[in-house]
Nanobody, 125 residues
Framework: VQLQASGGGLVQAGGSLRLSCAASGRTFSGNVMGWFRQAPGKEREFVAAIRWSAGTTYYTDSVKGRFTISRDNAKNTAYLQMSSPKPEDTAVYYC???????????????????WGQGTQVTVSS
């Protein structure tokens, strides 16, 4: 599986931005796509994830109500809609894919075997 993240850029606080993650190669239907982010000097952290078949979503508390993860099965693409972003959301955002992980491991970066290249998101105040 190859993952290609895109859509990052500079956005004002309170604006909106949509990230995309296109999957190609050996694609999958029953697995998980996640978004993580890493700010300078910080560890990579979980943002959101979606179970591809069921559409079940998971979010870290700091983005609940502001970010929305979704997927388009026909395009093999996952999205992260960022609404009302804050300066503290500034980071490099990575998409990742995993096969058959349990709920308790969805937020753990090492659970994911496939990673995209990252896209920079900068939120100005």
């Amino acid at each position: 599986v190859q993952l290609q993240a895109s859509g990052g850029g500079l956005v004002q606080a309170g604006g909106s931005l949509r990230l995309s993650c296109a999957a190609s190669g050996r694609t999958f239907s029953g697995n998980v796509m996640g978004w993580f982010r890493q700010a300078p000097g910080k560890e990579r952290e979980f943002v959101a994830a979606i179970r591809w078949s069921a559409g079940t979503t998971y979010y870290t508390d700091s983005v609940k109500g502001r970010f929305t993860i979704s997927r388009d099965n026909a395009k093999n693409t996952a999205y992260l809609q960022m609404s009302s972003p804050k300066p503290e959301d500034t980071a490099v955002y990575y998409c990742a894919a995993a096969r058959g992980i349990i709920v308790s491991m969805i937020r753990v970066p090492s659970s994911y075997g496939y990673w995209g290249q990252g896209t920079q998101v900068t939120v100005s105040s």
